[in-house]
């Protein structure tokens, strides 16, 4: 373990960015704002690329740490602030940063003609801030700030554009549904905590938790993994905690791409892969994951095959992809899962930066029925956004093929049979939609709007340079998956297949799905493009079902949000509080005039009422002496 | 040590407030009342830079005869749990000065003035007395001012609020008179000794049934100042009505009289009964937050909400406290400081935004970041102190308690936790409501953002949340000697009942570290 | 036993005693009280205090009770309206008191009320055995019934004087009264 | 001599016949009257009690609390003739100018 | 036919040297007053004051005594001093009141500021008295002046309607004091305080069958002086009705004087017998406090209110007399606390009363008090929060050391009673700072004067007084503690020698 204090810049740099921004962004004009911006995110990928290479340096399985204070110790309680750099979190770090830095670079293109742009980049690079935080935490308390302050951050941009109530009402959404999950991640922590305290051991340090796992117990360890896995269905999206996802389509594109798609939502498994130790610990909670892992996959894949809206399409699609890492490390592969995080974070990045680059060229336009025949107008968006579909479509060699085909292949060889067959169809999905985004987008017929054609134009450099230097990523992004695999291994340890498999078998039968979807969406939407309407109209029950997500939104609202606002209002506001408590309170009071006035009439004026008063007393008095004489 | 720094510190804004009465211009008044609210505020920063922080006992102490025939004494210290208060106190005194001084009160001033520095020497009286009479004296002079100025300068239902605030706390206090009468009795039985010194009283042995009543007195008295739930209906009214300095010392500080009450007084003088009611209180704190905060989020008065929101914070405050432990108790202490940051920001917010428009109601706003954006950003920042973002202050109390509360009840901590998900539901939803959106209502186009003055307000505000939320180890660090040696009793005694009987049904629920946590804290803190 | 004078003026006491109470000319029960006044000082005699008896004659009955004719005649009083409308007054008043007498006399209507009789000395109530105590013992309170008597003597012309009438203004609260 | 129980039960009964006759007679000279009934049944009491006693105490005390009845009588007979001035009544339930 | 023999008794003069002042003085009041005009009565006041002063002085000589004058009729202990102090004190301040008041009204001054004299001669009577009949002439001493003065407003109905009330009641409860001192002698054989304690001590009495309805009779007696529920219809009337600085010296000397004698009897003479009596008096004690401040509540005029308030206050006083002797310093502090705070809370309702009008003073007259006198609100609020017994001020020192003389003679259900009642008390006595500070005064209330400078003075002295007697109750608790003892001890002594 290396002391290397330089770290602590890593965040700080975005930090320094978003308070600069903050104080000065208005002041000192675009300008200013469009160099410091990007320019404290290329920093950041600086000094996290010299970080990344002194640690390839060392030997394998050492750290770069930086310790910088004691941050809470209660009791015995204790946590510092500290950030340690391994081979998991250098990979992270260096995602973050180097797409986070593109990203900012393509941001100021896309931004070009937003008022609020300081105020933009001062989220954004908090964002990076907040992000770089929970990756670079060396244990789980602070990777808890990191992880709420990524939350707040896709809170703020989500609703980025305030004015309209849709934004904000996504961006709460987001940060609540976040707060579940987090909630389930502090129950997980304290978990921990209390079964370690049990043993004498407080600490919430990575690698004091790995050399003490042994004490935590499994139940312990099962009950906290579910819980942190809660929190990583929060984060990452999936069932049943998804929702928020594609309502955070609601800002603005570049965010989509670093926060909803590169960074932020792989935070999840991200956190499953440090605690790589603890889940290994509760094979049941492993399991779950990757169950869900699947099924979100697929079920996101179902509702992505039918939105219209370009972003939507990305998220759900987003969703499914996130569902494949948990699927990924849910089977114990969980290098396969990082692995497809980077791959996804270059083309899922690409893409989203891509829709963002077609809705600027139709001045904002997201539905895919309004475009159309853009390839030409468009074309590098055009050729790059290929890219990134092949790359998800997992079509060799582009770099999603080897990613995904390691976490199918994992996910077969861990013996998940069933959900290696989800992973299957999924990717077959995946291809359709996508195809199916790119032929409505780009072939055919332009359907644009007139006023909005005569704007079109292909996006300027500041966007395209990032775009290019992401498919390139796109595409040779999986080259190495063994070196990945064995840079990561002292970390997340090697996966050990439980069932014999041929992997070329398997890597053939994934990617025959891909062809497959391809070649539906090819008929469907070049060479008979009446038979999605057909196929609409006779399934119209399915359609709709797909189409309205399943319903899911309104099944919440329904036996979750609904009773909560009633219940609030009616039984704890007006009933419990106002009627019982207020009114016993102000009844108490009442009964205490109501008898002082019913007694006041006793004092009626006459004094022989007085004195007949006096005698019933004097009587009261004279019957007690009596007893006592007598007795 | 034998130095008279705390007479000082107590009695020096009752000097200001009667200088406050001596002078004529209004100006005069508000900038005279600002700059000697800053003395104490001075004075109590140096007694900080003088405190010792590894010793857990009382420090500074001071003590004169002052009924010797009844055994009372004036008998004054300070120890890590009332220093933090002392300092809130002064610090939020100053800032509700400044701020009241910017426009928010025009009536009477020289009173105003007058009952805030009294208020802040009945505060401060309480959080150093020694002396359980002295505490008392304290504890109901400061009813007095802050009645006043709910009834004076209040709002709406301001008569009726001062009146409830005043009787709810009475009935408590008046009943923990007749306990502190009890105690003592039994001591000088006991001991021999009349004296109503709080250290000699805590070796008082009582039968269970005694102790039982005398607690519940206790409590109750704190449990209405807390409040507790079902306690706390005098709250929102008080808060509601009050004008914004009132609120902002009624929440930021006074509220806390009723915890440090549970961690001074209620707790170590019956640990047995304590211990034993632990299950009710830690419940009643769990429906608090849960119920304080379901409430606050359908509140469609934006001061309202923060004042339900405050029984949803001391509810977290009151099940850290009831958990006992190290991590609890210090949580809790610490998320009384935050709570006075954060609430008293927040309710400084709201009066801003009532002094620009009359009125708090939520509909009445929308969109409002556009005219207002630093008002709108301080907004924020207070409100993600509020919710306890990791990062600021309020995280690191929640954390603490949460923490407290799970080594104590295991799971059920989970209700607690949901109080956090709701805390951020309400807040959000209504920092949404007022600033985002479009501007509905055509008088909000012309609001105007905070003047260089508010803005001074609220900068000690933002600054305290983000030290406390960076560096809570000096805090913690200098809280902890004393709680430990308050808390000492109870854990020993836990300890023993827990070792005599341990029933296996609540072993089931708890995890185990609870045992462990009774004995002495040697435990390895692995790195 | 009770003596025949005993018995004889004690039931004349309390005859006289409810003519003061049922006679509804206030004359009438002026000249009730006399009676019961009479009696009782008989009783006095009866039981060796022939001074206090005397007096009892001479002063209250005499002197005090022409006091309230006076009063009587001053106010041209004349006899009290009938019953109606007081009716729960009266009959209320009544059983309370009887009460209160049925509890007095259970309690006092017993034979051993003191345990033993002290005998009386000789000269017991004459004026040889009041004097003395009356300048020794009870000098304080002989000079305080002095100044008593002084201070009723200022009250009642206090209260009784008539009202200077000059350039006298009606206090508002009269106003209210009427 | 005459049995101290006897004398005792006599100066209980005046004294509730005085009581009584304050609670039902509404005129307030009656009233008045009904209180010297009552100051009566006391001092027979007193000189009862005091000759039982061999003590000429009970006869001092009948002698001041017949100075006292005097002096009674003169300032309510006074206060009487006041108060008749003022409202013409002497009728205790038409004085409820004060109540409630 | 025996020589009186004046040597037996000890005829020393010094010790009663300030009743005689007093005597004295009100004669000299009286006389000077006979030529001077109703409306100009001023002069007998300052009069009136400065031998009340003198004889003030002269109390303290008093201080520290033991012993007895008089053939033991009078008590020269520090018991007596103390009372006479206080009621010398209070009486200054109510001629203090009533200086431009009386003549503004139009009172025979001559009488007016003799009876206030007479009236407080008889109370220190009381509280100097060494057998009941000191205490029953002084009683009615007493309690004749109040009658007058209670109906000194000649023209006022209101105020002659007071004065008959009070008469009549008062003289109607007379009736059964009396009887229950008759029966007390009946069974002892003796009318002197201490030798009846001790008689009662040594369970020599003749008969239970006397004793203990003479005990009851005696608690009804005077629970009429101290307004002791169901005994106490007649005061909120008899306050109501008479002339502000009457009421106000009932409020505060009447009760003085009850409770001295009270004290006198109940817990020294009859203290041995305190098993016969505690509970009734604990009963009485809670109804008095509950009745007293439920009915206190829902009065709109002030004078009635702060006449349920005096109810209350004799409620909480004779938690006290239950408690027995342990809490009789407890009782004399909170006597002395209780005196201030009431005189300075009339003061102020004499303040803003208009010329002619008694008792019509509602508590929404103070409306607005806070703007146009200040000073005189914030007076007004000392007394209200000493009445309620907040600290530091008197009424709460008062109430502590009260109640926990009670409560460490076990009375903790009393106590409990008594404090939820102080809670409820506070809803009424706040509601004149409500009145004060909290709102508008109405138009018709302008003409409200400025307090005139004796009454101001009175006021003022009056808050100072609740403040510094709540601060530092030290030395006041140890000289009512150190004045009941003395009395206690006397007692004891002059049994003890008897005995001999």
Redesign the interface.
Known sequence: MVNFSALALIPLFPAFGAVFNLFFGDRLGRRVVNIVGPGVMFAAFAVAAWAFVRLAAMQPGSALVAHLWTWIVAGGFNANVGFRVDALSAVMILIVTGVGALIHVYSVGYMAHDEDFARFFTYLNLFAAAMLILVLADNLLLMFVGWEGVGLCSYLLIGFWYTNPQNSYAGRKAFIVNRIGDAGFLLGTFTIVAALASHGVWTLDFQALRANADLIGSAAATAAALLLFLGATGKSAQIPLYVWLPDAMAGPTPVSALIHAATMVTAGVYMIARLNFLFLMAPSALALVATIGALTALFAATIALVQSDIKKVLAYSTVSQLGYMFLGVGSGAFASGIFHLMTHAFFKGLLFLCAGSVIHALSGEQDMNKMGGLRTKVPITFWTMMVATLAIAAIPPFSGYFSKDLILESAYESGHTGLWLIGVITAGMTSFYMFRLIFLTFFGTSRVEPEREHHLHESPPVMTIPLIILAILAFVGGWRTHGFEQFLAPVVGEFKPAVEANALGLSAIASASGLVGIALAYLFYIQRPELPDALARGMSDLYDLLLNKWYVDELYDAIVTKPLFWGSDNLLNRLADRFVIDGAVNGAGLTVESVGEVARRAETGNVQHYALAYLIGAIGVAAYYLYLVTH | MSSNVLSVLIFLPLVGAGLMLMLRSERATWNAAFLFSLIPLAVSFWVYSQFNPSNGNYQFVESHEWIPSMGISYHIGLDGISLFLVLLTTILISLALLYSGGGDITERPREFCFFMLMLESGLLGALLAVDVFLFYVFWEVMLIPMYFLIGIWGHGRKVYAAIKFVLFTMVGSLLMLVAILYLVYSARVHFDRLSFDLPLLYGVPFTRTEARWLFAAFALAFAIKVPMWPLHTWLPDAHTEAPTAGSVILAGVMLKMGAYGFIRFAIPLFPEVAIEAAPLFMTLAIIGIIFGALVAMIQPDLKRLVAYSSVSHLGFVMLGIFAFNPQGVEGALYQMLNHGVSTGGLFLLVGMLYLRRHTREISEFGGLWHRVPVYASIFMVVMLSSIGLPGLNGFVGEFLIMLGAFLKTGYWTAFAVAGVILGALYMLWAYERVMFGPITKAVNETIRDLTPREVAVMVPVIGLMILMGFFPRTILGTMEPSIDLTFQRVRTMQARLESHHSSPQLAALLPASQRVEMEPRTGATAQ | MVSAVAAFFGGLAIISALGVIVQRNPVHSLLSLIVTLISIAALFIAEDATVVGLLQIIVYAGAIMVLFLFVIWLLNLQAEAQLSGHLALKLGGSIAASAFAAEMYAILARPHLLSQFTAEPPGFGSIDSLAPKLFTDYLVAFEAASILLLVAVVGAVAMARRLPSAGERKPSGEEQAS | MIPLHYMMSLSAIIFAIGVAGVIIRRNILVMFMSIELMINAVNLAFIALGSRLGSIDGQVIVFFVMTVAAAEAAIGLGIIISVFRNRETVHADDLTLLRW | ??P???S??D?SWLP?LPMAVV?IGA?VV?LAGVHVD?SDSDGLGWLAIATLFLALLLTFGIFGQTGFT?????AMDSFTAYFDVVVLLATMMTVLMSIDYAGRN?M?GA??Y??IM?SA?GMM?MAGAGDL??I???L??MS??V??LA????????S??????Y???G??????L??G???I??AT???KIGPLAAAIASGSM?????L??G???L??GF??KVAA???H??A???Y??APTPVTAFMAVGVKLAAFAGLLRVFLIALGPAAV?WS??VAVIAALTMT?GN??????SGIKRMLAYSAIAHAGYLLVGVAAGAGSGGAILYYLLAYSVANLGAFGVVLAIERT?????GKISGLRGL??RSPMLAAAMTVFM?SLTG???LAG??GK??L??AA??QGY?GL??IG??N???S??YY??V??AM???EGGAEESEVRRARPALAAAIGIAALATIAIGMF??SY??SA?NAFHSAAITETQRAVSLAQ
């Open positions: 036919m025996n009186i023999s004046l037996a008794a005829f009663i005597a004669i009286l109703d008089f053939a033991g009729a009078i139009r025979p009488e007016y003799s009876l007479f001669l009577m009949i000191v029953f002439i002084g009615e001493t004749i002046a009658y007058v109906g000194m407003a000649r023209r006022d109905p209101k002659n309607e007071a004065a008959i009330k008469f009549l009641l003289a109607f409860s007379t009736g059964f009396l009887y001192i008759a029966l002698y009946g054989g003796t009318i003749n008969s239970n069958a006397l203990l309805p005990v009851g009779l608690l009804i629970g009429f529920v169901p005994f219809m007649w909120p009337d008899v109501e009705g016969h509970l009734v009745v439920l009915l206190a509540v829902v009065q002619g009008e008694i008792g019509s806070s703007s929060l907040v600290p530091p709460f020192a502590f050391y109640f926990n409560l460490n903790t106590v409990i404090v939820l102080s809670a409820v506070a809803y706040f509601s700072l409500v500070y909290m709102q109750p030290q608790i140890a503690e």
